[in-house]
């Protein structure tokens, strides 16, 4: 015996959003799907077209360079004086 199919009420019929190249993903051999690479593509084209950013100066790239190596070098910072003061607390706390 089949079982008839389900009914839904409030089902009309459209598609929100197809997922018939969904597909469970290899974690030790990636592949990849030609036809999703080509709309990937032609996606970026269409954003970068639309939301480009002037091109900046040296001086800005410098300023921008700058600027995330102090921010690298400042959190690098913190963390070692974190672990000096950590290894002076136990040196000083063992000691005695």
């Known amino acids: 015996m089949k079982r008839k199919p389900l009914e839904y009420e409030?089902?009309?019929?459209r598609t929100i959003a197809d997922m018939s190249e969904v597909?469970?993903?290899?974690?030790?051999?990636?592949?990849t799907n030609p036809r999703m690479?080509?709309?990937?593509?032609?996606?970026?084209?269409v954003e970068s077209g639309a939301s480009q950013n002037p091109p900046l100066n040296r001086k800005e790239?410098?300023?921008f360079i700058f600027g995330a190596l102090s921010a690298g070098l400042l959190i690098?910072?913190?963390f070692i004086v974190a672990l000096g003061l950590a290894i002076a607390l136990m040196l000083f706390f063992w000691s005695h």
């Open 61 to 63: 790239t410098r300023s």
């Open 10 to 13: 409030d089902d009309d019929g």
């Open 37 to 45: 690479e080509e709309s990937k593509r032609g996606d970026r084209k």
């Open 76 to 78: 690098a910072l913190v």
């Open 23 to 31: 597909r469970r993903r290899n974690l030790f051999i990636p592949q």
